[in-house]
Structure formats: C-alpha cells, structure tokens
C-alpha cells in the first residue's frame, strides 16, 4: 500500500526470519501496533513498522516450542524448529535450531525486442530449477539486575548443508530485422558454496532517573562463492562455453544508542547509529570475448544521529524529528580506486506528523522523507550469462533514491483508511539497455530515473461477529511515467486495483478455519504492465488441544495457480515475461509448545537494514 515491506519486530527485538513470524500463534499475540510514518529513530529506509507484543509467560523454568512442516508443491519441501528457554528471576537463557529443505521450479516464456540500427528480437522458454537445504542456531543469555537495567549478548549461525545447484535450459531464436539470425539451444548449471553466516548481537537497556537508554551493537559476516557453466548449440554459428566462478564477502559492525527522557510537556528521544561495511567480489569469466575478469571492493561508512520530539496538543499530539545521515561510499575495481562511483551523501531527513480526531475518528495527517538504497549485489560489476544474447549485470554507477511522501490515515472502530502521494527522485528501476559492446545482446541491470510519482489509497475492515471474523482491503494504486525512445513513446499510468477478503471462523471444540483470497488487476508498477488479472486463493483448517499446547494445521495454498503475465519498457528495449508458477500445494504442520511464552531478549538491533543490502537480491 505505498509503504514497502515494513520491519516487524517481536516485544521489541527486530526479527530477520518469515519463520518467527509463522510460529506465533493469534493466541500468543497481545497487541499489534502498525506504524506508518516511523520516526527518526529508525533507518531512513523504514517506510513501515509492525510492532508486535506477545502475552506474558506462563511460568519461569524450561519453556519449549517444537514445530515441523510439510509442504508439497512441484516439489516436496520440509522444514523444523525447535526452541528452548528457561527462565529464572532476572536470569534468561535460549536457543533455537531450524532447518529448511526447499526446491523451486519455474517454467519461462519470454520475447525481447532491440530497437537500435537493427531491430533484434528473440523468444525464448525455458524451466529453472533450484534445490536448498540449510540450518540456523541460535543462542543467548540475558540478565535483568533489575526492572531498570537489563544486559544481553545473541549469536546466529545460518550455514548451508550442502552445495546446492541450480540449472536452467532454454529454446531461443533470434531475428534480425524479422529475419531468422540464430536458433541456439543453451543450459546452465550454477553450483552454490554458502559459508556460514555469523552475526552477534550484545546490548545495555536501562533507565537513570527519567533518561531510557537503549545501547546495541552488532557485528555480521558471510561469504559464498558460485560457479556458473553454460553450454550452447548454435544452428548457424559456432557453439560455445562459458564458464564463470565469483566470490563475494561482506562484513558489518554497527553501534547505536537511543536516549528518550521528557521534555516539557512531550517526549525528547534522540540517539546515533554508526556503521562500517564492506562487500568484495572476486568475478572471473572465459569463453566469452565481450565479457571481462572484475575485482570489486566496496566500502561505506554511515554516521547517523538523530532527533524526535512527541508533544500533546489540546485537540490531539504533534510529532517531529530528522534524521541527519553522513555516508562516505568508496568503489574499488581491481584495486583501484575509482573517483567516479565513490560517493559522499549528507542527506537531512525530516519528519513530522499531526494526530487528531474528528469525531469519533482518529487521524493523522503526516509528511516524510525516506530513502531507498541499492543492494550490494545490484552495485556488483558481476554478470550473470543467461546467453550469448541475454545477460545481466549490476551498476556501480546507481545512486540513492529519495521518497518525499505526504499521507492521510484514518481509524474507525473496525475500519482503517489511508491515502498518499510519494516522490520518489532518482528512483531505482529494473531496467534493459543494449550492450554496448555486442549490440545483438541484452544487457539487464538496475538504472535511476529522475522522478516516479505514485498516489495509494486504500481501506480495510476487520469486524468481528461471534465466531466469524473477517478481514476486507481495497486498494488502489496509480503512477505517472512515460518512457519514450527507439522503442516509441510508452505512458505507465494505468491504476493497479487490489482486494483482499479473509475470514477466520472460531469452530467449537478448539477447531479453527482460516479463508484467503486477493486479487490484483492489470496495470503498471514502475516500468512493468501486468497484462492479466490474478487471483490467489488458499484455505487452512487447525486443531488444538491441552490449551492450544498442540495444534495440527493443515493449509491449502494457491488453488487457482496463479501465472505472471509481464512487459517491461525501456527507451530501446521491450521485454515479455510468461512465468508459469508452481506455488499450488498443501502443507501440513505439527506444532508442541510448553511454558512458552515472551522472549525476555531485549537486544534491538544495530546496522539491520544494512544487513538486507547484503542478503536481498531487490533493492526495495
């Protein structure tokens, strides 16, 4: 609804896995506060923050939570949990173990057209397969001296079982101004090495008086290598091997420390956040002559205080603040330092909000401004070979997008509404251009635009009548964008509607039916068409006993099977996606828990939004 994917966190630590999420039951859950315009507390990325806070433990001594899933769609995928606690006056042990064991299966059609000197255009399909197995620990101890001072030190370890591959085959022919050029038949293997990934978390929280002070500070690293081997058979030209390997490490340290006290009638709370990063990548390719060996380094220091003030009006609260960042990014290729991409940002942030009630409605009117950054991996040099005619790559060139955004929101008993209209200058988009050194090939990569305008509205009811609850959204969302080059003149500004209707039904005997089904329209979302509608619809049942200490629950998941249907314009390129999904199946959980209940942990968290630069492959 505009505001991106939000960080949720769980009776205050920020949680970095879906899974933690799928383990808490609506039983454990006390209360849920959706944030919609954060403060300058949190990163200048954080556009939403889902606050959730869960019913207090049952007892001290030993808790334990177990859980193991089934699920089977194209393939036949498993995961487990187990969680263990024990907790006596201020003293707080825990530990964690997951294991996941997924595969994925896509089936893909395209057709890509070249507007240049020649027009190129190739229509290609294909299947892509991947299998993934890896497990996670966790581990920690924290001690509250008492209710005014608490310490605590986390470490997780996320470590690949076994090298997994990933292999894709593709039927591509390719026409040079509507003459065939080329048939080529290509498939690939990708063999993955995943070291493990080390993150330790330690923090101070107390309170002097009526100074609050939150102290963390983490340390994270990983490092994996790839080997890419692609084999092609060409009708008309000569076949070819390409063979590529890569090596990328990251590392982060980050400290940041929150201080709230009163002030006046409001509330003062101010801090800093520092954070030191660096990414390498080490690329080698042979058997392709457009392509050339990189070494990358790339490192970024951002220094960050900030500044918020929440003070009550007579008719309702204000609420204000900025977030000043200093960030000195430096890009290193092949040793060398290069002037051109290496970056220094000093960037204000501001924010202010105004609450206040007209009649029985609670309403905010709100302004911000927020960032967007580039993922390391779309900073990479580093080119993945699809074909002599297809390839992507990153763009050390990318630069910051900032979000100016304005917005209404609204609460009514049961309903809530929300409007906005966001500025995104120098926006991060996919984006297709020609190779500039092979212009029968298709170079992807991510590029800024100068400006993407966008307005969201939207409303959601969640009434609750005796055993049935449910849950309506509608949405709207319309862009303006007009991209025009080799490939003509092409307006972006067709509205995407959304709906959703859920429904949970309380059933006699400890019996509980759950109901899903969205839709989203056609229309355009940054430089993309969806060309059909879509509809996903699932449904889940659960059983519970002893207190609902045990539950089986048995889930449906996407009857409808829902395909992607999508074109992307760019000045000289158009491209068509077919993606057939394999998402249908079913899944089946068993879950045992006893004396489980708050995590008494109450480490926040520094640098956690820089962590995601180095695992998400999407910058937003």
């Not at 294991?99 to 059609?109: A, D, K, P």
């Not at 609050?212 to 290598?225: E, G, K, P, Q, V």
């Amino acid at each position: 609804f505009g505001k991106g994917k939000p960080i949720v966190y769980i009776n205050g630590r920020k949680i970095n896995n879906i899974d933690e999420l799928n383990i808490l039951q609506s039983a454990d859950v006390k209360h849920i506060e959706v944030i919609r315009n954060p403060d300058s507390e949190y990163d200048a990325s954080v556009k939403a923050v889902i606050r959730i806070k869960t019913k207090k433990i049952k007892g001290e001594g030993w808790g334990i939570n177990v859980k193991t899933e089934y699920d089977q769609e194209h393939y036949a995928n498993a995961n487990a949990q187990l969680d263990l606690s024990y907790h006596h006056n201020g003293l707080y042990l825990f530990g964690t173990y997951k294991y996941n064991n997924r595969g994925w299966y896509v089936n893909n059609s395209d057709f890509q057209s070249i507007h240049g000197d020649t027009l190129w255009e190739q229509s290609a399909s294909g299947l892509y397969s991947l299998r993934r197995a890896y497990q996670h620990i966790g581990t920690g101890i924290s001690y509250d001296f008492n209710p005014n001072h608490s310490v605590g030190i986390r470490y997780d370890n996320t470590n690949t079982l076994f090298l997994h591959q990933s292999k894709m085959s593709y039927v591509s022919c390719t026409y040079a101004d509507k003459a065939l050029y080329d048939v080529l038949s290509s498939t690939s293997s990708t063999n993955f090495s995943i070291r493990p990934t080390h993150q330790v978390n330690t923090y101070y929280t107390g309170t002097v008086g009526q100074f609050h002070i939150n102290l963390n500070a983490d340390y994270f690293t990983n490092s994996s290598s790839e080997e890419q081997t692609s084999d092609e058979k060409s009708q008309k030209y000569e076949n070819g091997s390409v063979c590529s390997r890569s090596y990328s490490k990251n590392q982060m340290f980050a400290v940041k420390l929150v201080a709230d006290h009163p002030l006046g009638k409001g509330k003062m709370k101010w801090g800093v956040e520092h954070i030191i990063s660096t990414n390498d990548n080490d690329y080698q390719i042979s058997g392709v002559s457009v392509l050339t060996n990189t070494m990358d380094e790339l490192k970024e220091t951002t220094t960050s205080p900030f500044v918020a003030y929440h003070h009550p009006l007579t008719f309702g609260t204000l609420s204000g603040g900025a977030r000043y960042e200093h960030v000195a990014f430096t890009y290193y290729k092949n040793h060398t330092r290069i002037g051109e991409q290496s970056r220094t940002y000093d960037n204000v942030y501001p924010n202010i909000s105004l609450s206040f009630p007209v009649g029985k409605v609670m309403t905010q009117l709100s302004y911000t401004a927020k960032t967007v950054r580039p993922n390391y991996s779309q900073l990479s040099s580093n080119v993945s070979y699809a074909n002599r005619y297809t390839m992507q790559t990153g763009n050390p060139n990318l630069k910051n997008e900032t979000d100016h955004i304005v917005s209404w929101d609204g609460a009514w008993k049961f309903l809530q509404f929300s409007a906005s209209y966001t500025d995104a200058r120098q926006a991060i988009i996919y984006w297709s251009d020609l190779n500039p050194i092979q212009e029968s090939a298709l170079l992807i990569k991510y590029q800024n635009i100068n400006s993407l305008k966008k307005a969201v509205a939207y409303a959601a009811v969640q009434p609750t009548w005796g055993i049935w609850s449910p849950t309506v959204t509608l949405a709207v969302s319309k862009q303006w964008l007009t991209v025009q080059g080799n490939a003509g003149k092409v307006n972006l500004d067709t509205p995407l509607f959304q709906f959703s209707w859920n429904n949970t039904l309380n059933l006699p005997h400890n019996w509980t039916l759950f109901t899903e089904s969205s839709y989203t329209s056609k229309g355009n979302y940054e430089n993309a068409c969806f060309q059909r509608d879509n509809w996903n619809i699932g449904a889940s049942i659960v059983k519970s006993w002893h207190n609902d200490d045990f539950s089986i629950k048995l889930s449906g998941n996407d009857f409808l099977q829902k395909n992607q249907n999508i074109k992307l314009y760019c000045p000289s390129i158009v491209v068509s996606q077919m993606q057939r999904n394999t998402s249908r199946g079913f899944t089946l959980t068993f879950r045992y828990k006893f004396n489980n209940g708050k995590n008494h942990y109450k480490g926040t968290g520094a640098g956690t939004e820089e962590i995601g630069r180095f695992t998400s492959s999407a910058g937003k």
